[in-house]
């Protein structure tokens, strides 16, 4: 009988007794752990470490993340951590990712967000629970998504196993709600899921077979889009950017202005206040945040134009022709 696999993702040194008491945790549930350093991870010999355990990520059921003081391993030419690699692939492929964050090191992002504004103050700080900023923008890019973002402090192991068991309880009980009420229209349902399914294969057919490559990377941008607050947040300003409006722009305050979006910064909103509204104000802890986590989208969307091998120039004639098509 088939049973759930639960990657669990963190960094080794700092974290090992909290990896095996999850592990523990993990297989008295009866599920299957798969953690790198108990051979449950196939290292192929012609990739690095690093790319092995990403492979591993997506044919797991759930992933358990784990954030430490210790920035770890990075996932090479990538500039990232092993973790956050693990994290980014368990999104793409949809998989429920439980975040959790040690309490220590989430006291000091607290303190970092609060000056996240200030650069030359945090160039000038030392944070006894955390080796490295890029964990806070790390925690940053976790929180900042629209979907699959909730974070959780823990202190000890047992906190982990009780946030864990209350979420895998809930979710069970979740589908077998669902379940129920389904079984009252299951005719319907199957059909309109025949259906459904009819139709995706038939569009990825067209895409493989009528789409061009530039369709192909363009859903792959608007995918990479879709997973960035930043993208909601200048939606809800009433913005509507396209990955072309992004990759022009250097800076967030030029790309909303470009989307006809002013941003008036209020300073007089509580000190680390997290706040934004729909007619452009910002609080300077918020715009710090988005300003972060659009230089890390538009470094994520060039990267992913660079490996199709098109130019921006290209990218905005695609959109002019696809928006001249919807007009026409």
């Known amino acids: 009988m088939a049973v759930p696999t639960v990657f669990i993702s963190s960094t080794f040194y700092d974290l090992k007794y909290a990896r095996e008491a999850l592990k523990r945790f993990v297989t008295d549930l009866g599920y ?5 350093e108990e051979g449950t991870v196939f290292y192929d010999p012609k990739v690095s470490a690093a790319e092995s355990c990403l492979r591993q990520v997506v044919n797991a059921d759930i992933l358990v993340l784990l954030i430490g003081g210790r920035f770890g391993h990075e996932v ?22 439980f975040a959790l964050v040690e309490q220590g090191t989430y006291n000091d992002y607290q303190l970092y967000r609060v000056n996240a504004d200030k650069p030359a103050v945090i160039e000038q700080m030392l944070f006894p629970n955390a080796d490295s900023p890029k964990i806070f923008e790390f925690i940053e890019s976790v929180q900042g998504r629209a979907a699959n973002n ?47 399914e009819r139709v995706e294969v038939i569009a990825e057919q ?4 009528v789409g061009t490559s530039e369709d192909r990377l363009y859903v792959k941008l608007l995918q990479d889009m879709l997973q960035s607050s930043v993208v909601a947040d200048l939606r809800f300003m009433g913005g509507k950017p396209t990955p072309g409006v992004i990759l022009k722009t250097s800076t967030l305050e030029e790309c909303a202005l470009g989307l006809g979006i002013s941003f008036g910064v209020k300073d007089q909103w509580d000190e680390g206040e997290d706040a934004i509204s729909a007619n452009g104000e910002v609080s300077p802890t918020r715009l ?6 659009y230089a890390n989208l538009t470094r994520r969307l060039s990267d992913t134009l660079s490996s199709y091998g098109v130019a921006i120039k290209d990218l905005l004639d695609y959109e002019s022709k696809i928006a001249g098509d919807v007009t026409a």
Do not use: C
């Open 150 to 196: 909730a974070l959780v402090a823990f202190s000890s192991a047992a906190d982990i196993e009780r946030y864990l068991r209350n979420q895998w309880a809930s979710m069970m009980h979740g589908y077998l709600t669902k379940d129920a009420t389904e079984a009252e229209v299951v005719d319907t349902l199957e059909v309109l899921k025949e259906v459904n």
């Open 206 to 209: 067209i895409l493989r077979t």
């Open 76 to 97: 090479p030419n990538t500039g990232e951590s092993v973790t956050n690699g693990e994290f980014q692939a368990a999104v793409e492929k949809q998989i429920p990712v």
């Open 32 to 36: 299957s752990p798969v953690l790198s």
């Open 288 to 293: 710090a945040r988005l300003e972060k986590q």
